[in-house]
């Protein structure tokens, strides 16, 4: 019989694999029956790789070799930015590569060993193709893999590379609002027109989309997000607020240790967690400062919310500048769904609600576990394996970010040639004007991006047109 196809979750904080069978879509547990797995490798001094929850526990104390948060270096350089960014708070040592690509150092059987995010992203595939063919008793080959809607080309090539790599054909890589909302569609099949808005706000990630579906049809409408936004940024609100209690109060300052840094910022994780069901907690430090055993922080929900509302209202300005920019009507969305384990903190469910003049938002999709649920349907879709036999959805999928080129040989301006937010496929017609009167080829370079600065933009590639017909006898007339 010909092969399964699962699909995968490859998420910035935590992976989920699903598979959709004889008419439903079940998730396939790691080998410790965990349903969602973290994306978190540890890389033990004695040579040992240890994935997942295990991987988390075992590296408190030596976070330097757990690895997590690959999501955030893949596809990018080594001095882009928001990259350098995440490097302050990462307690792994992160170099430059000769091409200026990141590389992780990881210190197993006293060598130190340097691994691209590409590689930490295959062995991380490897380990979740090795638990889905425990699980299903069969060799695993194909996937449908989701990715933010957001990721640029560079970002979509390192996934698909490290997942050849990993043993996988890749038969599509989803976006993962698009997988949300394919779940959501799925479960309420109607042949009427319907919009839907995709709000995810995960641990790395803020994507947010709305689709529209008529009969067998899903379109993208707009997609926008940021790379940068996610429940990691709300844990370091918390890690500041405690890191400033412990500097002013006891005297001791907990960011010279990244034992420390990393034990705290779990801490905080959970008493995050903790405040979307209780209205006060108290983060407990052991141990840590020797004048005082025991530290007791405590923390109302309100302190927590109004410590958090700026990244809060960020997440609420992209989603209203989306809507704007494609000029979608807030009234014209009849559902709300919501993905991402950030999403389960109530001000954030309130915020959204609030933006749609209190519109009840979808509570049926879970959470957690949609996007690897929707990217599931999607593998189904492309199998031809007869156990996996579903009605087809076609999605029409939106260009993330703008393609352009140069505008004038003599500055930098970028000129867009096809817009962000473009129904795909698409084409377009440019005149590119040759100096060179005599020349027969012609060459042009391709970016990726929003600034009207062209060398802020990713450059993607260069084009060479050959057999141009020369302007020379032109000229001469
Ligand atoms: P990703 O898509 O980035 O892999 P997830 O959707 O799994 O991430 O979400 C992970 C994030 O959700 C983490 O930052 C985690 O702390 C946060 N999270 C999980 N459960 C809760 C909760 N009950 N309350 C608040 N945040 C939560
Ligand atoms: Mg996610």
């Not at 790691?30 to 075992?58: L, Q």
């Not at 699980?135 to 490290?162: C, M």
């Not at 609002?177 to 009427?192: G, I, R």
Request: neutral net charge.
């Amino acid at each position: 019989m010909d092969d399964l196809v699962i699909g995968i979750d490859l998420g910035t904080t935590n992976s989920c694999v699903s598979l959709y069978t004889e008419g439903k879509t079940k998730i396939l547990e790691n080998a410790f029956d965990g349903r969602i797995t973290p994306s978190f490798i540890y890389f033990s001094p004695d040579g040992e790789i240890v994935i997942g929850e295990h991987g988390v526990k075992m590296s408190v104390h030596k976070p330097e070799n757990g690895i997590y948060e690959m999501k955030r270096l893949v596809g990018r350089q080594f001095d882009d930015p928001e990259l350098q960014k995440s490097l302050k708070y990462f307690p792994f040592k992160v170099t430059a590569s000769p091409s200026n690509l990141p590389l992780v150092s990881v210190k197993q059987k006293s060598a130190i060993c340097k691994k691209s995010p590409q590689e930490l992203y295959t062995v991380l595939l490897k380990a979740l193709k090795k638990y889905t063919e425990a699980k299903l008793e069969e060799t695993i080959n194909k996937a449908v893999i989701t990715v933010p809607a957001y990721f640029n080309v560079a970002q979509k090539e390192v996934t698909l590379e490290a997942a050849k790599d990993a043993g996988f054909t890749v038969l599509k890589l989803l976006n993962e609002p698009t997988a949300a909302a394919l779940v959501y569609y799925f479960e309420n099949d109607t042949d009427k027109t319907h919009r839907s808005l995709v709000y995810d706000l995960g641990g790395g990630t803020f994507d947010v989309a709305v689709l529209e579906k008529r009969f067998e049809n899903i379109q993208v409408l707009c997609v926008a997000g940021d790379t940068q936004l996610g429940g990691h940024d709300i844990d370091t609100c918390l890690l500041n607020y405690v890191y400033r209690i412990l500097r002013t109060q006891y005297g001791y300052d907990p960011e010279a240790s990244s034992d420390d840094k990393r034990r705290l910022r779990l801490k905080c994780e959970d008493a995050k967690k903790e405040l979307s069901t209780v209205e006060s907690t108290v983060i407990t430090i052991n141990g840590m400062v020797s004048k005082h055993p025991k530290i007791k922080i405590s923390l109302t929900k309100d302190e927590f919310e109004a410590m958090t509302d700026h990244l809060f209202k960020k997440t609420i300005d992209i989603l209203d500048e989306c809507l704007r920019s494609s000029k979608i009507s807030k009234r014209s969305i009849q559902e709300i769904i919501l993905c991402g384990g950030s999403t389960r903190i109530p001000k954030i469910q309130k915020l959204v609600s609030d933006y749609f003049d209190g519109k009840q938002l979808n509570k049926f999709v879970n959470t957690s576990e949609c996007v690897a649920e929707g990217a599931a349907l999607q593998a189904a879709m492309l199998s031809t394996n007869r156990k996996q036999k579903i009605d087809e959805l076609r999605i029409v999928n939106v260009l993330p970010l703008s393609i352009g080129t140069w505008g004038h040989s003599l500055c930098h301006d970028m000129s867009f040639l096809i817009k962000r937010g473009t129904k795909l496929p698409t084409s377009v017609t440019h005149v590119f004007v040759n100096t060179e009167t005599d020349e027969t080829t012609f060459t042009f370079d391709i970016y990726e991006g929003e600034r009207l600065d062209l060398r802020k933009n990713r450059y993607l590639g260069t084009v060479l047109l050959t057999d141009v017909e020369s302007a020379a006898p032109f000229q001469k007339k």
